[in-house]
């Protein structure tokens, strides 16, 4: 009987042992990358689940529910369009939908900041900034048109003049960037 649980005393400590040694195996591992990261992860992509830089991970939160609720706002948009039967209610829906498209935009570019950088992500960021906001603001700024053109003459413009218009102001930042 004393030899039973000799037996079995042994095969517990080299059980634990084993189970130790395979810890500090993971752990040296992980070690080298940063915690809440996979192991196959580029480094340039450690900072959008590096547990220990906290910042980025409440950027990405408020960055990912914006996303989230502007394609939500999108989705409303498209459904309601065809219940939408008076044409200066019908007429702005193509300028509101390139404007959410813009916001979406900006979001989404939020992700190109916290990674680390390369010769591709600074392309990318230099170009999108300008040309997302310019996109939001020239939306904007056809929207105000349309407005001032209701209150004067009662008849705001056609939709396409409304997308046109936001459109090409967008292009001088597309042409400067």
């Known amino acids: 009987m004393f030899v039973a649980s000799e037996r079995k005393m042994r095969a517990h400590q080299v059980l634990t042992f084993l189970l130790l040694f395979v810890i500090t195996s993971v752990a040296s591992e992980n070690a080298s990358t940063s915690r809440g990261c996979g192991l196959d992860l580029l480094p340039q992509y450690v900072s959008l689940c590096d547990l220990d830089a906290i910042w980025g991970i409440v950027v990405e939160a408020v960055a990912g529910a914006g996303a989230l609720i502007t394609l939500l706002l999108m989705l409303i948009l498209l ?6 039967k008076e044409k ?20 989404g570019l939020t992700f190109a900041f916290i990674i680390q950088e ?20 020239s939306c904007l700024l056809s929207q105000a048109w349309r407005v001032r053109r209701l209150v004067r003459h009662g008849t705001g413009p056609a939709g396409w003049q409304l997308v046109g218009l936001a459109l090409c102001l967008m292009l001088v930042q597309v042409i400067i960037a």
């Open 79 to 84: 459904v309601r369009l065809p219940f939408i």
């Open 88 to 107: 200066e209610k019908k007429s702005p829906v193509g300028l509101h939908f390139l404007f959410l498209l813009g916001t979406l935009g900006l979001f």
């Open 118 to 137: 390369d010769e591709t992500i600074c392309s990318v960021r230099r170009f999108l900034w300008g040309v997302l906001f310019a996109l939001c603001f």
